[in-house]
């Protein structure tokens, strides 16, 4: 953990297009994956993956779609029967801050992370007819961003890049 509480990840290799949501990718097996390394991040870090941080964090996997606040609240009621606006907001909170979770900040959402186990930016590529949210690595992209920011000598907090458009599914 660094002084700002954000897990400080190990470089991890190269994602392949196999990894991410495409045309041909079948999501049997995403939330149990998901799940398996949320366990593995919070035991290295130290930190408890409650019951409900974990309920939430299974639906959010549900699918690749982004889950909004407030529909995650109804959706996790039933499971948990005494959870409170605030409740729900801890738990984002804490999957925000263990990297298991991205913030889709123009659809005011919560995607699970596909590459959890190492530090990064991300590009996520929004379908506007499925609603399906994929999230690419694109270093070369990120690198020429850092570079140009470098010399605008702008200093960086988060950088996330979305865009709206249509999946290869959908085309």
Not at 104 to 113: K, Q, R, T
Not at 118 to 141: S, T
Request: net charge positive; with cysteine; aromatic share 4%.
């Amino acid at each position: 953990m660094t002084g700002g509480g954000l897990r400080v990840m190990p470089p991890k290799a190269e994602m392949t297009g196999s990894e991410c949501v495409s045309p041909t990718h079948v999501h049997c097996g995403c939330r149990e994956k998901a799940i398996h390394s949320a366990e593995q991040v919070c035991n290295q870090c130290g930190v408890r993956f409650t019951p409900i941080r974990r309920e939430v964090l299974k639906i959010i996997w549900e699918s690749h779609r982004a889950v909004k606040a407030h529909d995650l609240l109804d959706r996790i009621k039933p499971k948990v029967g005494t959870a409170k606006p605030a409740t729900d907001y801890r738990a984002l909170d804490f999957l925000l801050e263990q990297g298991l979770i991205h913030r889709v900040e123009s659809l005011n959402a919560f995607i699970g992370c596909s590459c959890s186990e190492r530090q990064h930016e991300q590009l996520l590529l929004i379908c506007i007819r499925c609603h399906e949210v994929e999230e690419r690595p694109c270093e070369r992209l990120m690198e020429a961003i850092a570079k140009e920011l470098e010399q605008a000598s702008f200093t960086m907090q988060r950088k996330a890049i979305e865009i709206h458009g249509i999946c290869g599914r959908c085309a």
